[in-house]
């Protein structure tokens, strides 16, 4: 009798393990599948736009491109309905279900209107192609061949996005004109007479010697001709569209629900990055409490100054005295370098994961603060640029938090991490924007823990960068489901924080154009400092501040359903063990 018992507890176990091993390959090969496609399309849904590379053909962004997308996406989920979730292990099953969320987001994208605001007040298809170079390596003859084949493709490129926009004009989903206002500069900046002064040819310039003499000099001849007779007049094609067709049908309206069906699009976008079903009227309220909140603590340092002055005297002795600012390039990255370096002498007391992948620090090249992530090859550093063209929009006591935010321990981690997980590779490059954001605000919170913000004006420094984020989420929703003129919002933005006047009003233009973005980061900070709060109260004595964060990082990007639901079985399986 026990024999028999035996032989089928065997057989069982034979048969689930098989089981779940069908159901892994099965998973693992739409997953396959739909990497090779999203490589040969050139588009990766849900993907940090900074990253963008150029990688042989463009992406076809034509309506024949997006219906071709659309269509293989809902074959994909096809073929995942057809798996049982509950067969596969417990890394699978994570991976199954990000997959699927990500599938039907690509789904509900194709039914919006996404492709008809190729176009920020930051940035553009335009800019982040000329940005591109930047951020890529060249190291043999194949990566030059493969840069000519872009460049070369650039009008077919060009002429899509036309087209899009042309079909914006007539939808009158257009950008809001004061907003646009000066916005053509960002094109005819690459209107260069000289080829070999153009931003494209900065990789022909440095070609490696491990390229013959006579290869460089066919390399370099293409690139002058395709630059010279093909991106540039493209360039000039794009500036007199936009200037002749695009800003004379410019919208009169601030809020995107002033549109066709804009309510529902602005839902949509609010779902997109924020990963939550919160509704605008949630969010407004949520930001006027944070910002009461942190403003108690901000009167507070102005006490301790003994300053003689209310809050909007201080914030105004913060935006004209010199002392808060550098008059020189060089000098504003000699400081974000240096609190980088004494940053990563405490991290390792704070994180038990820890990336192997590096990083640069640049001046950004079209103005603004970001980070661009290594391209996973290991061949590229991560970058975080740093706005040098406007020193006076870079207050000093505002560089810790923003250094924290966008290297190390924040985007430069996040990132880096995710390339170097064991998990699938769609999993390595995905980008939810509450998840990263709010990792990089509650990174900025983190550096007080670690002994920052000595200066009491850097720590206002941190705290008017956290009102910052409480004020998005009021002046965003204030504007596209409330009625909120600009100037509302830009007054609101300059009396609640320490922005410099040109920042606040550049931000307010920001959120104008790019509607839901800006909320992800106080929404997804809030709730990575609910998680640890929980952490903290159920373990007491037994939290540990590296697990914490081990925890929130070593599943790469994820939906903040899916980052809580996670995070409460690994809290489970810490309160067990104790």
Same mark, same amino acid.
């Given at each position: ?17 098989? =089981? ?10 739409? +997953? ?30 034509? #309506? ?36 699927? !969320? *990500?599938?039907?987001?690509? @789904? ?5 209107? #996404? ?54 004009? @007539? ?15 960002? $094109? ?12 494209? !040819? ?68 609010? *779902?997109?990055?924020? =990963? ?17 909140? $942190? ?12 300053? #003689? ?78 706005? =040098? ?31 170097? +997980? ?58 596209? @489901? ?14 609640? =924080? ?10 307010? #233009? ?10 992800? !980061? ?24 590296? @697990? ?31």
């Amino acid at each position: 009798m026990f024999r028999h018992t035996l032989r089928f507890v065997m057989l069982f176990s034979t048969l689930l393990f098989w =089981t779940s091993h069908v159901a892994a390959e099965n998973l693992d090969k739409i +997953l396959q599948d739909h990497w090779a496609e999203a490589n040969k399309e050139q588009i990766f849904f849900r993907k940090d736009p900074d990253t963008f590379r150029m990688n042989g053909k463009l992406p076809d962004v034509s #309506d024949k491109g997006r219906a071709r997308r659309a269509a293989f996406n809902q074959s994909i989920l096809s073929r995942l309905s057809k798996l049982d979730p509950n067969k596969m292990s417990a890394a699978d099953q994570v991976t199954y279900s990000l997959f699927k !969320y *990500e599938r039907e987001a690509e @789904a509900a994208s194709y039914k919006q209107f #996404d492709h008809l605001f190729p176009l920020n007040k930051y940035a553009g298809f335009h800019t982040y192609f000329a940005g591109a170079p930047g951020n890529m390596s060249f190291l043999n003859l194949g990566d030059y061949e493969n840069y000519l084949v872009s460049l070369a493709d650039f009008p077919r490129f060009n002429q899509d996005h036309i087209t899009n926009l042309r079909a914006a004009i @007539a939808k009158g989903y257009t950008h809001y004109c004061e907003s646009f206002t000066n916005y053509e500069k960002t $094109i005819s900046k690459h209107l260069v007479e000289d080829a070999t002064q153009s931003v494209f !040819y900065a990789p022909i310039a440095n070609m490696p010697a491990t390229i013959t003499p006579d290869e460089q000099s066919r390399i370099a001849q293409a690139a002058r001709a395709l630059i010279t007779d093909v991106v540039i007049p493209e360039y000039r094609r794009f500036y007199t569209f936009f200037t002749n067709e695009y800003m004379p049908n410019c919208r009169t309206s601030v809020g995107i629900t002033a549109l066709e069906d804009g309510v529902n699009y602005y839902q949509y976008l609010i *779902e997109y990055y924020t =990963t939550t079903q919160l509704n605008a009227d949630q969010i407004h309220k949520m930001g006027l409490d944070e910002v009461a909140r $942190i403003k108690a603590e901000m009167d507070a340092i102005i006490k301790q100054l003994k300053f #003689d002055g209310g809050f909007s005297d201080f914030v105004s002795y913060l935006r004209t005295d010199p002392s808060f600012y550098t008059d020189s390039e060089q000098d504003l990255l000699e400081k974000a370098s240096y609190i980088t370096r004494k940053a990563a002498a405490q991290l390792p007391k704070w994180f038990g994961l820890l990336p192997r992948s590096t990083f640069d620090i640049k001046p950004s090249p079209d103005g603004g603060a970001y980070y661009v992530a290594p391209d996973g090859s290991g061949t590229t550093a991560g970058t975080y640029f740093i706005d =040098t063209q406007d020193l006076k929009s870079q207050p000093l006591y505002n560089l810790e938090a923003l250094t924290f935010h966008e290297a190390e321990p924040g985007h430069h981690f996040q990132s880096s991490i995710a390339m170097e +997980l064991d998990v699938p590779e769609f999993r390595k490059t995905l980008y939810h924007s509450a998840y990263g954001e709010g990792w990089g605000l509650y990174s900025e919170r983190l550096g007080k823990e670690m002994g920052f913000y000595q200066s009491p004006y850097s720590d206002f420094g941190r705290l008017t960068y956290e009102m910052w984020r409480a004020c998005r989420l009021v002046v965003d929703t204030g504007m596209h @489901a409330k009625g909120w003129s600009r100037q509302q919002a830009i007054d609101y933005l300059a009396e609640h =924080t320490a922005l410099s006047m040109a920042d606040v009003v550049a931000q307010i #233009d920001r959120y104008i154009t790019w509607p839901a973005q800006a909320l992800s !980061y106080k929404i997804g900070e809030l709730k990575i400092r609910e998680l640890r709060h929980k952490a903290e109260t159920t373990l007491g004595a037994d939290f540990d501040i590296r @697990a914490f964060h081990d925890q929130i990082l070593r599943n790469g990007s994820l939906p903040l359903a899916t980052l809580e639901e996670l995070f409460d079985q690994w809290l489970a399986q810490q309160k067990a063990r104790e």
